[in-house]
């Protein structure tokens, strides 16, 4: 099974509020990514926390991460129709040089 | 945007016969990684390489092989496509380990 899972699948909402979008994984990691895929496209990395983090802050995004609960969230204020994507989460274990991926939410903003 | 290039983008291929999908990369980055991406598993680990000559094995490997005789390209074969080996195929690099991820635009094959 995935190592990290996202939740919602899929998300829907208006331009102009926040969305949220939840990751858990299951072993020690030493840092969390997260990234962005619009249809048809690769993926573009948005944000990296590491394990020592509990938070940080890019533009309009916020992730949190905590490690006793195993879990993060990615946070996108102020959303704007060019925001709709698949958001992934990727987790890379603190022994080797693999990321692992969930499958992802379906952010829809609805202009 | 990241130098790494992916080729072919579109593949229409029989069950049976060989695929080889290469990715280029012009960042002199030395980890490189193949993932296949299908509807409900996201992106899966197929293969990566920690340098030349040098590669392992990710979650979904059977049927696939990969070579790395220089930096700069990472070689996916599929020994004898099947259908199951329809996907979108990605390849990716980074520099060091536990840093993010460049991808390129991905390899949309067709085993028919």
């Known amino acids: 099974s995935q190592q990290g899972e996202e939740d919602p699948q899929a998300l829907s909402i208006q331009e102009g509020e926040n969305a949220t979008m939840n990751c858990s994984y299951k072993t020690s990691i030493n840092n969390l990514q997260w990234y962005r895929q619009n249809s048809g496209r690769g993926l573009v990395h948005l944000i990296l926390?590491?394990?020592?983090?509990r938070e940080k802050h890019s533009g309009r995004l916020r992730v949190t991460l905590d490690t006793s609960k195993k879990s993060s969230s990615l946070l996108i204020t102020a959303s704007r129709a060019a925001d709709t994507a698949s958001y992934f989460c990727a987790t890379a274990l603190a022994s080797g040089s693999r990321l692992t991926f969930g499958e992802g939410t379906q952010l829809t903003v609805n202009p | 945007d990241a130098g790494i290039t992916q080729s072919p983008r579109h593949k229409v291929t029989e069950t049976g016969t060989p695929v080889t999908l290469r990715c280029h990369q012009t960042e002199n980055h030395r980890y490189m990684y193949w993932y296949r991406q299908d509807p409900g598993h996201g992106l899966r680990l197929i293969h990566y390489s920690y340098g030349v000559k040098d590669t392992d094995k990710g979650e979904v490997s059977d049927g696939y092989s990969v070579s790395r005789s220089k930096t700069e390209d990472f070689l996916l074969t599929l020994e004898s496509a099947t259908s199951s080996q329809t996907s979108v195929y990605f390849c990716a690099i980074r520099g060091a380990v536990n840093e993010k991820l460049f991808f390129g635009s991905g390899t949309q094959l067709s085993v028919l």
């Open positions: 926390i590491r394990s020592n983090e």
